[in-house]
């Protein structure tokens, strides 16, 4: 230790004596430092990614499968998963779709929720386990497949990229969102690209002519709710035994209503007590449609939805709305991002004004403190410090900004400025106690308080150790912001020590200067 002091004493005399050279030299490693998220070496999302050893397999068939074709090859499906040696459980849905929060049901979807061995008794990753199995289901013919692994927030779909796409018609809108989906596939990274609406559900059309309509004597409302009645059915009666009650549900058979050709025969009674045949006044086909109808702020939309994998959502993200501005889009159709990308965008922001009134709640109690504005001042150089450490510790380990690496930044602002605390009041108390001069005051502070903040900083670094090694399930949602508080707290260190110091000194001349005149 008192070799270690000794070599410090040395490099704090140099840089005291070449004080613009240590401005000069931190300046360049903080530019350095603040450049590598822009040059792919940190990655930024929302939520880390974490693998907690589940996943959610969803398969979809064509939209008019019945739900016993979807039950027989789900059943496929399931042996194929079960064949995989890192599967544990394997709880099937068929029929529901886990789209959003609380999902829908569909004859032509089906969704395996599939729970694997304990992190430490696999070698490979939920997402690399899901790729193979993914790669696996796509041999059999007739279905997509998308393997989602469980997000941090146990949600069982997890799309990160979302682009919404707006537009005056739903024609326009879905040609556009194609476009978009297709410039998505060729961004790197980019997994299980699709829209949250197609076509190709089979439907039923009726298109009525109203003039025929009204001069036969009929309304809208009569015609809706007899079609209404004759091919979902009504159950408004009701049949008591006892005091059993049943419902009634009345509606053509199963066969009337799956003949376009019977459909079309249908007849109505209209206000003369005449019956009326729907082809009199309606053509009745079969078409396709679309899955679903979205819409936001009153306007026709569609999802454009993808999973991030090998790459951050934010970058992925990027780089497609990059992509896209080469793209000619139909006229009066406009794009977004969403979900989990807005919500990053939005947080980014808040935790952005967090730290900055962090900096200035710090520099205010240390002006009540201290009862001076220029030591605190000098306190502040402290922090630009700790993001060298935090940017480096991210990129070395290969994490994200994230909203929890942004909150062990926020974290930094205090824990940082304790070094330069230290020395700044040490030197303040040797000047005024016994006279010496900056110089001297500094080299004393620096010797005398070099023990302390070693112990401080290595104390809350070992600490953090757990956090930033544990291999546990879903400990990469904290091990960001551990890494983020270890590195910054290092690079505090070691540059703290050396730059506080000359700033001090650079301070004291400039407002000694002053006072003089």
Known sequence: FNNITSYYSRTLTWGLHNGGKVALITLIILVLSLMLPGMGFIGNEFMPQVDRGEMVVSIELDPGASIEYTNQVTQKVENIVSEFPEVKTILTSVGAASEGLFGFYNNNTSDLYVSLVPKNKRKLSTGAIGQLIKAEILKLPGLKCRVSPVSLMGTTLRTPIQILVQGSTFQEVLRAANMIADVAKTVDGTNDVRLSSEEGKPELRVDIDREKLSALGLTINDVGQNLRIA???????????????????IQLDQFDRSNPGDAENLTFMNNKGQQIQLKQFANVYQTVGPTKLEREGRAPAINVMSQAYGKTSGVIGNEIMEKLKNIKLPQGVTYRLTGELENMKDSMK????????????????????????????????????????????????????????????????????????????????????????????????????FRPILMTTFAMVFGMLPIALSTA???????????????GLISSLLLTLVLVPVVYQKFDKIFGKKKTV
């Not at 602002?413 to 304790?418: D, E, H, M, S, T």
């Not at 399930?473 to 590195?487: C, N, R, T």
């Open 231 to 249: 091919l979902t059915g009504d159950d408004d009666s009701k049949y008591r035994e006892g005091m059993t009650e049943y419902n009634i549900r």
């Open 350 to 449: 808040n935790l952005m004004y967090a730290l900055l009134a962090g900096i200035l709640f710090v520099y205010m109690i240390m002006v009540a403190l201290y009862n001076s504005f220029k030591y605190p001042f000098v306190v502040l150089f402290s922090i630009p410090l700790a993001i060298i450490g935090a940017f480096l510790g991210l990129a070395l380990t290969m994490k994200s900004i994230s909203i929890y690496s942004m909150l062990g930044i926020i974290m930094l602002i205090g824990l940082v400025a304790k070094n330069a605390i230290l020395l700044v009041d040490r030197t303040n108390q040797m000047k005024l106690e016994k006279g010496l001069s900056t110089y001297d005051a500094l080299i004393e502070a620096a010797q005398t308080r």
């Open 473 to 487: 399930a879903s400990s990469e949602s904290k091990s960001g912001l551990a890494i983020v508080l270890i590195g």
